[in-house]
């Protein structure tokens, strides 16, 4: 079994920071790319930013310069750090992980159950 729990989420003013954990626990060999999504009421969930095991990065183009992504892999743990936030950035915020729980077993996708970011005065 295996469990992806976010945490970090609130109510922050336009210009503020918040700073996303997302660990991973239970039946783990390896994890494969770890990404943030988000998805804001009445609009299809997208993709946020993600980071392959190696460290390379990749985020959408409305948040490059403002969020960094980041992983402790000895932690199992993903973080997304949100600098310069925007009421455009209110959403609910899900971390997915592509792993092994085995050596031999197949590449699977987990999903957390998402934290809520809400940017407002």
């Known amino acids: 079994q295996v469990q992806l729990v976010e945490s970090g989420g609130g109510l922050v003013q336009p210009g503020g920071s918040l700073r996303l954990s997302c660990e991973a626990s239970?039946?783990?060999?390896?994890?494969?790319?770890m990404r943030w999504h988000r998805q804001a009421p009445g609009e299809q969930r997208e993709l946020v930013a993600q980071?392959?095991?190696?460290?390379?990065?990749n985020y959408a183009h409305s948040v490059k310069g403002r969020f960094t992504i980041s992983r402790d892999n000895a932690k199992n743990t993903v973080f997304l750090q949100m600098d310069s936030l925007e009421p455009e950035d209110t959403a609910v915020y899900y971390c997915?992980?592509?792993?092994?729980?085995?050596?031999?077993?197949?590449?699977?996708?987990?999903w957390g159950q998402g934290t809520q970011v809400t940017v407002s005065s």
């Open positions: 980071i392959t095991r190696s460290g390379y990065t």
């Open positions: 997915n992980a592509d792993l092994q729980t085995a050596r031999w077993s197949s590449k699977t996708g987990y």
């Open positions: 239970g039946t783990i060999s390896t994890i494969y790319e």
